[in-house]
């Protein structure tokens, strides 16, 4: 089944305790994505990557980092979170040419 | 720079009457056009999208938009809601030409359905 699976789905943690959120997908897309959706402001965009070993920022990138070593894996690094980070994030991806994403089913993320 | 407007953020309509979710963008150069959909608790769905074809976009479950360009709007319109029609709705943009794609997403609509 193509999708996208992001890991862990639920994660609780304390302030300055370094995290990765993974984000996998079997489509063979190019193009990967973060995001992240807080009450009313909708989804921003992080990070995004072209491809392997391409990325480059979004709207959010402070507090951020992504790697791309190989095309299907697009991991979300968080070096020292903050209570600012606690948010709900989606990974997506996407065909070339601005078409349609893919989103993962997210992982809600408190910092305390 | 490309923006996207959600012009409403909550929105009630009874079953059986017309939707409409209303979006304005701005773009520099030609964009895509998105509606995402969200139910609760759950992740985005793709329903419809504008790549520079058909100003009129059809998508699932009954739902269509219409690209104007001199309104720079693409609402979304359903003739008839359904109870299950009752979720978060998302209009979204890019334009950045070949070599970066960066989407921009509005703050988005709540659609409630009324029995």
């Known amino acids: 089944e193509a999708q996208v699976t992001q890991n862990p789905r639920y994660l609780i943690t304390v302030t300055g305790k370094k995290l990765t959120v993974t984000c996998s997908q079997n489509m063979n897309h190019e193009y990967m994505s973060w995001y992240r959706q807080d009450p009313g402001l909708g989804l921003r965009q992080i990070y995004y990557?072209?491809?392997?070993?391409?990325?480059d920022k979004g709207d959010v990138p402070e507090g951020y980092k992504v790697s791309r070593k190989e095309k299907r894996n697009f991991p979300l690094i968080l070096e020292s979170p903050s209570p600012n980070q606690t948010s709900l994030y989606f990974c997506?991806?996407?065909?070339?040419?601005?078409?349609?994403?893919?989103f993962g089913p997210g992982t809600r993320l408190t910092v305390l | 720079a490309q923006s996207v407007t959600q012009l409403d953020s909550h929105v009630s309509v009874s079953e059986g009457t017309p939707v409409l979710l209303r979006c304005n963008y701005s773009?520099?150069?030609?964009?895509?056009l998105f509606w995402y959909v969200q139910h609760p608790n759950k992740g985005l769905q793709l329903l419809l999208k504008?790549?520079?074809?058909?100003?009129l976009v059809k998508g699932i479950n009954g739902f269509e938009a219409e690209f104007k360009k001199s309104e720079t709007s693409f609402h979304l319109t359903k003739p008839s809601a359904h109870m299950s029609d009752a979720a978060e709705y998302f209009c979204?943009?890019?334009?950045?030409?070949?070599?970066?794609?960066?989407?921009?997403f509005g703050t988005g609509t709540r659609l409630k359905v009324l029995a």
């Open positions: 990557s072209m491809n392997v070993e391409v990325t």
């Open positions: 979204v943009v890019s334009d950045q030409p070949s070599g970066t794609y960066k989407y921009i």
């Open positions: 773009s520099s150069y030609s964009p895509s």
């Open positions: 504008y790549t520079s074809a058909a100003t």
């Open positions: 997506a991806s996407s065909p070339p040419n601005r078409g349609e994403q893919f």
